[in-house]
């Protein structure tokens, strides 16, 4: 049985940074009574730098919810086809040889399969967003508690 661990990445094209996102608390929130406290927290996430599926002056016009969520889902989907291709072609792999597919998700893209990708096959989601190494973790067969070899 093939194994393809050699996991593949999109990321959107808009980035800010942690020093955009400090100036933009500041020019946004200047009057705000927990400014400092606001400012420190983002310091201190150890988050250098964001991807996002907009630019930020339309992040901030904020629709709602469910239209923003909308969007998220169809640009989520929109990338899957290339990163699927992507990771089968690193495996030398074709659809057909795939017969259980790990997906680390925030969004349900369960109709956004690629061409050639429609024959059955399994899905383990891993959606534990604190834990974004589980993925990598699964391909090795390590544990949570086991040490990195």
Partial sequence: MAVLCKPAIAVPEY????????????????????????????EHTGVRKRHLIQPIDKVLKHP???ARSAVYEEESKARVPAVVRQ???????????????????????HDAV????AHQHSRLPVGDTADADSPTRLCRG???DQPRA
């Avoid at 072609?89 to 680390?104: C, F, G, N, S, T």
């Avoid at 690629?114 to 990708?117: I, K, L």
């Fill in 114 to 117: 690629p061409d050639g990708m």
């Fill in 64 to 66: 709602g919810l469910d």
């Fill in 142 to 144: 390590r544990r949570r």
């Fill in 87 to 109: 990771a089968l072609d690193q495996a030398e792999l074709e659809p057909q040889q795939i017969d259980l597919i790990v997906v680390r998700l925030l969004y349900r893209l």
């Fill in 15 to 42: 980035v800010i940074t942690q020093d955009d996102t400090l100036e933009l608390a500041r020019r946004l929130h200047k009057d705000h009574s927990q400014l400092r406290l606001v400012l420190r927290l983002i």
